[in-house]
């Protein structure tokens, strides 16, 4: 779907809204007439990854409250543009939603050229869920034990490591392009598809360095097979209280006070107001409940809950400031 054709498509569903055309059989909407059938949910990554923790988790308890499956459609790839289309393209009834993150709404559109240049023109946004701090993880054959000793070790092997993330302009690549061009270490970057393939090539080591979700690489530094070597944000994290911050190990650019993003719902520009309203009421009041909030605390993310116009606030103030970090870290950027 062109930008074109989006762009006609909700002013389509707008004026049809003003003029009354979204009547069920000659009445006005009722919010008891939805949900009548399962609600997809589309996650724009591969199963594994923070997001789809997150969303499993949070999804069993909107979907008791609707009444009505909600049913996880990973589709991952192009930074997260495939599942994002998915979502742009599909009908505006209630039954498509999708995951909105710092990356699928921002980083991506700015770098990518086969992305809209802003997406969140075509989307509601509909709940800001919680926020993702990220570790600094590497493969056990780099041989320091904490993020304060590997610039060192960078420049000693200029030119010979590699790094990963999710995506081009993603947090991961821009916090470790900084650590590079900061240590002079010349690393070569490699894009995933989703963070679960990511850690595959880490715990291998095809890759040396990386940033990973709590969650996501839980199991594999219990088992030795990754370090852990710092925390972004300001605090650390209830689930590895003895990693410190990066910023507590002396790394002071802003980039590593930062938490790295966020995970929301978004839904298709057009759906009816009393079914985004619903849906933002409903997944707010899962992330407050103490058996999702505590969970969430203990897989290292922060809960936030917080409504559609909040979660549009966030990304409005955000925008700008991930352009100016994706600039610095020599990344190819749309024009405003």
Do not use: C
Request: net charge positive; glycine share 10%; no cysteine.
């Amino acid at each position: 779907m062109t930008q074109s054709t989006r762009s006609q498509r909700r002013a389509l569903l707008q004026s049809a809204a003003g003029g009354g055309l979204l009547m069920l059989a000659g009445s006005s909407w009722s919010q008891t007439d939805w949900p009548r059938q399962p609600v997809r949910l589309v996650v724009p990554y591969a199963p594994g990854g923070a997001n789809d923790v997150v969303l499993r988790l949070v999804s069993k308890q909107v979907a008791e409250r609707l009444g009505q499956p909600i049913v996880i459609d990973n589709r991952p790839g192009a930074g997260g543009l495939i599942g994002t289309n998915a979502v742009l393209q599909a009908r505006p009834d209630g039954y498509t939603v999708g995951v909105g993150a710092t990356s699928t709404l921002i980083a991506t559109p700015l770098t990518n050229p086969q992305s809209p240049p802003e997406p969140a023109k075509d989307l509601i946004f509909v709940a800001l869920l919680a926020a993702a701090p990220m570790l600094l993880v590497a493969h056990p054959s780099v041989p320091v034990s904490s993020a304060a000793d590997l610039p060192k070790y960078l420049r000693e092997q200029r030119g010979k490591l590699g790094y990963g993330s999710m995506a081009v302009g993603h947090f991961g690549h821009v916090l470790i392009k900084e650590l590079s061009d900061a240590s002079q270490a010349d690393m070569t970057h490699a894009p995933y598809k989703g963070e679960a393939p990511l850690l595959q090539d880490l715990a291998s080591g095809q890759i040396q360095i990386s940033l990973a979700t709590p969650p996501a690489v839980r199991g594999l530094a219990e088992a030795g097979r990754v370090k852990l070597l710092g925390v972004s944000g300001t605090r650390r994290l209830k689930l590895f209280p003895a990693v410190p911050t990066l910023a507590e190990q002396g790394f002071t650019a802003p980039i590593y006070r930062m938490t790295a993003g966020w995970i929301g719902i978004v839904a298709p520009a057009g759906t009816p107001d009393p079914i985004v309203r619903r849906l933002g009421a409903e997944f707010v009041a899962a992330i407050q409940t103490p058996e999702v909030n505590e969970r969430l605390l203990e897989l290292g993310l922060e809960p936030i809950g917080a409504d559609g116009p909040s979660f549009a606030a966030t990304y409005a103030r955000e925008r700008p400031i991930w352009r100016e970090l994706l600039v610095r870290a020599g990344v190819d950027v749309r024009a405003p």
